[in-house]
């Protein structure tokens, strides 16, 4: 496994450099004047101030070559919830903060495997890595109040659909899995699995584009949550709850001055919890008021964070998955239950 370094200052190198001694071989980059090749390197590690304009700058400048190594891994100065999401937005697919134990870092690029890398397809890595980005970057613009940017979500939206119709859903979810963590693995599961579904029923190209337009943005409201809240183990407390159940609100207030973002993607993102009979949230709608492209993006939410690996959950099998999905009838409509059988099971 091939390491490039890439780092800000000299002192952030040469303690790299003192992380990575021998073990693997490395080449050294100062961030102002990196050239990467990203065809021979398997890890990049990125050792950056995100608060200096000029080293967003000069990020930016490499952001293809970086995008083409599989793994990178960022290093950011202060570990807060815009750091976080600026350096996934500038291709990060692992974060941590630089004081972290070389123990850990190491322990990641161990978990590295190149040869289940090169197993993935192509295009579904960069699709997987375009749509984190571009989910990052809508999450850094919620907590900075700046503007959230359509048209590179709608691009990113497409890849991942074109992706999918060209290596199937069972390879997309392996690929986001290896290589994308938390929020952002979810909200890229989700909008696989809803184009899946959409490709599986047959609907038109414009529907296919609200679907994964909705996707994409449908947790948008959960950057204004603290991550303690939405990472913590077991039972929320009951006001902890009802903070979590803000952010299809949150979600709907970030995008709704937006011009060119139609009402039915608005719609899902505010109504993606609701339920046919009535119990669910914010607004306890009953089924005639809940649209088709809602109830399809419900089922593969919910699908989604069933099968996803957390910090404090194992992944559940696609057929357990599926079995509490089909427990849901009455919440879920059943035409569609059954239908989405096949997503679920064998594509
Ligand atoms: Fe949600
Ligand atoms: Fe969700």
């Known amino acids: 496994m091939s390491v490039q370094l890439v780092g800000d200052t000299e002192a952030k190198l040469s303690a790299l450099r003192g992380i990575l001694g021998t073990r693997h071989p490395f080449t050294v980059a100062l961030l102002d004047d990196a050239s990467i090749r990203g065809g021979d390197i398997d890890v990049v590690i990125v050792d950056a101030d995100l608060r200096l304009v000029d080293n967003i700058v000069a990020l930016k400048r490499i952001s293809s070559e970086l995008r083409r190594i599989p793994q990178r891994i960022f290093l950011v100065d202060d570990k807060s919830r815009l750091s976080n999401a600026q350096a996934h937005a ?3 697919t692992i974060v941590l903060p630089n004081t972290v134990d070389p123990k850990q870092l190491l322990a990641n690029l161990a978990g590295n495997d190149p040869s289940s890398a090169a197993t993935d397809a192509t295009d579904g890595r960069e699709a997987a890595s375009a749509g984190a980005a571009s989910i990052a970057s809508m999450f850094a613009s919620v907590l900075s109040g700046a503007d959230v940017d359509l048209v590179s979500t709608r691009r990113a939206g497409r890849q991942i659909a074109d992706s999918i119709a060209e290596n199937g859903l069972s390879d997309w979810l392996a690929t986001v899995r290896r290589h994308h963590e938390g929020t952002y ?12 579904f959409g490709l599986s029923l047959g609907v038109s190209e414009a529907d296919l584009e609200r679907l994964y337009m909705a996707a994409m943005f449908h947790d948008i409201g959960k950057a204004t949550i603290p991550l303690i809240i939405l990472d913590k183990p077991g039972r ?4 902890e709850r009802m903070l979590v159940e803000t952010h ?3 979600g709907y207030d970030a995008l709704r001055d937006k011009t060119g973002l139609s009402p039915e993607i608005l719609d899902a993102v505010l109504h993606h919890h609701e339920y046919l009979d009535g119990s669910g949230y914010p607004h306890g709608l009953c089924a005639e008021s809940i649209p088709d492209i809602v109830r399809i993006l419900t089922i593969a939410d919910i699908f989604s964070a069933l099968i996803e690996h957390r910090n404090y959950k194992p992944a559940m099998h696609r057929e357990r998955a599926y ?3 089909q427990g849901m009838q009455g919440k879920l409509e059943k035409p569609l239950i059954s239908a989405f059988r096949d997503v ?3 594509r």
């Open 90 to 92: 500038l291709g990060a």
């Open 323 to 325: 079995e509490i999905i």
């Open 248 to 250: 299809p609100a949150a």
């Open 185 to 196: 693995q979810h909200c890229l599961l989700v909008t696989g699995i809803t184009v899946d």
């Open 236 to 239: 929320l407390q009951p006001e």
């Open 344 to 346: 679920a099971l064998t």
